[in-house]
């Protein structure tokens, strides 16, 4: 049997006036599809794999053809209807392969496209396989979600669940990742295995526990020093008050070795009425103090995705409390921030970018996007075939789907692929003119 290689087409190779080329390449899944025994027809050959959550760079051969590792997030979950549980309307998610394992891939780009080549599975201490499950209540990382699978009935918890959601390499060559849950910082071998785990108060400052609900740690790397740095998604939500006025998220700088860490402030752009509308894809280290950062969300209705160059040299160090959020830090120095390149002036059209690294020669960067696995929810009623998405609610009392307050007993909740444009992995490679410093 032939293997289809389309998916690992390029795109387009298009040079700018201002010297900037840039080729875009579509993640040929190879032999890594997501199995899937659900009914829906358009997943008989798997779920698409979406390992753009986290970049980075691993190798370049003397043939010119680049590896990356690539992370994925938690795994394939879509959203619910508006849910009901005595009165009360909770957050949830379906997740249509709730054994599925967070791992990291190999990718590779040649003259034949990219494709994935290989993956490793996360794994706990003890080498048991973790989950993307959400964490217990009560625990740290749990996010008051509740999990179900298709039929509406809950999945079950993990206590080792992770939302994996950044990816580095240090000089030893283990990773460090990071995760939206805890937040948590993790130090893992090459075989996936988990050596090191921080969370807030065990090892990482005890404020980044008022992390927004999966908007923990989005991107992580180490400098030349082999410090890491990690980011939060989102400006803190200290006591349920700041996360929509607070108008900075957090750095942290973790030392591996005496496992101390120092915060600074990361000024999101100004334009938002509410910013918790402000997300971070990603960083990556250029050396000597300097980030290049994803920073992106809708403000005014539109898209916004754009890297910025940032130096923490000269900046305060954050203390461990809330001031920062609730604007009462004298004489602040944040880091410093500048435009790199606007993403969507050059074509990018996709909703997420979500990892990035900086190529050896400091004048090529890859980004990649979070495709969501390819999926979305969709609501199967044969009673009213005209019907959206968000005029059903399941109250969970009645165990029943409701279509505009009317009992809906042919409802049922099925996946179906989302939009062509965002169900796949896209890997765009920037090559400027001069060095990235």
């Known amino acids: 049997m032939k293997k289809i290689i389309i998916l690992s087409m390029i795109i387009s190779s298009l040079v700018y006036a201002n010297e900037v080329k840039i080729e875009k390449y579509i993640v040929n899944p190879g032999d890594y599809k997501i199995v899937y025994s659900g009914e829906e027809r358009e997943f008989l050959t798997g779920i698409t794999p979406g390992y753009g959550s986290g970049l980075a760079f691993k190798d370049i051969s003397n043939n010119g053809s680049l590896e990356f590792y690539g992370i994925s997030d938690r795994g394939p979950n879509t959203d619910l209807p508006k849910y009901i549980k005595k009165g009360k309307e909770l957050k949830g998610k379906f997740f249509p392969t709730p054994k599925f394992n967070p791992s990291i891939a190999l990718i590779k780009i040649d003259r034949n496209g990219a494709i994935i080549k290989d993956k490793i599975d996360l794994k706990t201490q003890y080498g048991d396989k973790i989950s993307g499950r ?36 240090d000089k030893e060559g283990n990773f460090w990742i990071c995760d939206e849950y805890g937040p948590f910082i993790m130090k893992v071998d090459k075989s996936g295995k988990i050596l090191e785990k921080y969370s807030p108060k065990e090892g990482l400052p005890n404020i980044l526990k008022y992390r927004v609900p999966n908007r923990g740690f989005e991107g992580i790397t180490v400098d030349e020093n082999g410090d890491v740095f990690a980011i939060i998604q989102s400006p803190l939500d200290v006591e349920n008050e700041t996360k929509k006025t607070a108008k900075y998220t957090r750095i942290v700088k973790f030392n591996p070795n005496t496992k101390e860490s120092t915060m600074y402030a990361y000024p999101v752009d100004n334009g938002y009425k509410d910013f918790s509308k402000a997300k971070i894809g990603d960083i990556a280290s250029i050396g000597e103090g300097k980030f290049l950062v994803i920073e992106q969300g809708k403000q005014n209705d539109k898209m916004e995705n754009r890297i910025y160059m940032i130096d923490i040299n000269g900046a305060s160090k954050i203390e461990d409390n809330g001031d920062l959020e609730y604007g009462k830090v004298k004489d602040l120095k944040p880091v410093e921030k500048k435009l790199l390149i606007d993403l969507r002036e050059y074509g990018w059209d996709l909703e997420k970018a979500e990892g990035i690294t900086l190529l050896p020669d400091k004048k090529t960067i890859a980004i990649v996007n979070d495709n969501d696995f390819g999926i979305k929810t969709r609501i199967e009623d044969s009673e009213h075939s005209n019907s959206n998405f968000e005029d059903y609610t399941y109250n969970e009392d009645k165990r029943e789907f409701y279509y505009k307050d009317k009992v809906a007993k042919k409802a049922k909740a099925r996946i179906t692929q989302n939009s062509e444009k965002e169900r796949d992995s896209q890997l765009w490679i920037f090559k400027f003119k001069d060095k990235i410093e």
């Open 134 to 169: 959400i964490i217990p209540e009560n625990l740290v990382g749990a996010i008051n979600e509740v999990g179900f699978n298709l039929d509406m009935s809950k999945i079950n918890n993990d206590i080792y669940g992770l939302d994996t959601e950044g990816i580095a390499l």
